[in-house]
C-alpha cells in the first residue's frame, strides 16, 4: 500500500466521519444532549490528523513510496500498549458492573457506557503506543 | 545482585563511515528510522535477524556490529 492510498483512505472516511457524526450531533442535542460532543470531536482530530499527514506527505514527496511504518519494534511497542489497554478495558468493564448497582441505568445509559469505555481504550492504545515508540 | 549484560553496538560510526543516512539505512534493512535512532542510542535490542541484515548492509559480521559487556544490575 502506498502512502497515496492510505492517505485517499483516511480522507475518505474523514469526509463519511464528519458529515455523519454532524447528523448525529443536531439529532442528539435535539433528542438527548450529554455526550453529543464526543463524536464531532473525534470527527474534527481525525481531519486535522488527515490534513497535517497530507501536508507532511507533500513535504517528503513520497506520495508513491510504500508504507513501512512497522517493525519488529514497534510491532511490541503495540503488543504492550495492546496488554496494558485490555487490562484498563477489563477494569472499565467491571467497573461498569458496580456503577450500575448503584445508578439507575437512565441516568447513563449501559451503550454510552460501553461508548465511553470503547473511546477511552482507543485513546489509550493510541496513546501509549505513540509514547513507547517515541521514548523506547 | 545479579549480573546484568548489557549490548553496545557501533550502528552510527559504520552507517557515517558508510556515508548513510538513517533514513537510508532504515529503508535498507526494511524497519522504520526511529528504530534505527532507538539502536544508535543503545536504547533496543534488535533481534537476530535485523542484526544479521545491519551488520550486511554495513559490510561487517555481527561480532564486530554488536558485542556485550557484563555490568552490575
Keep these: 500500500m502506498t502512502y497515496l492510498y492510505r492517505f485517499l483512505i483516511k480522507l475518505i472516511l474523514s469526509i463519511v466521519l464528519i458529515l455523519r457524526s454532524f447528523s448525529l450531533f443536531t439529532y442528539s442535542l435535539y433528542m438527548q444532549g450529554g455526550g453529543y460532543w464526543v463524536l464531532p470531536l473525534i470527527a474534527v482530530i481525525f481531519v486535522v490528523w488527515t490534513i497535517v499527514e497530507g501536508i507532511s506527505l507533500s513535504k517528503s514527496k513520497k506520495w508513491y513510496k510504500s508504507v513501512n511504518d512497522t517493525d519488529e519494534r514497534t510491532e511490541s511497542h503495540e503488543h504492550r500498549a495492546g496488554y496494558i489497554t485490555f487490562w484498563i478495558n477489563m477494569i472499565g468493564t467491571a467497573l461498569m458492573f458496580v456503577v450500575y448497582s448503584y445508578i439507575d441505568t437512565n441516568t447513563l445509559h449501559p451503550l454510552n457506557f460501553i461508548g465511553i469505555v470503547s473511546i477511552l481504550n482507543i485513546i489509550i492504545f493510541i496513546a501509549l503506543k505513540t509514547y513507547y515508540i517515541h521514548n523506547n | ?73
Design chain 2, 1 to 73: 545482585m545479579g549480573n546484568k549484560y548489557l549490548i553496545f553496538n557501533r550502528v552510527k560510526d559504520l552507517r557515517t563511515q558508510n556515508n548513510l543516512t538513517q533514513e537510508q539505512l532504515a529503508e535498507l534493512v526494511d524497519v522504520t528510522r526511529l528504530t534505527i535512532i532507538s539502536i544508535e542510542k543503545q536504547k533496543y535490542e534488535p533481534s537476530v535477524g535485523l542484526s544479521i541484515k545491519l551488520a550486511q548492509v554495513l559490510g561487517t559480521s555481527v561480532e564486530e556490529l554488536f558485542w556485550m559487556k557484563e555490568g552490575e544490575e
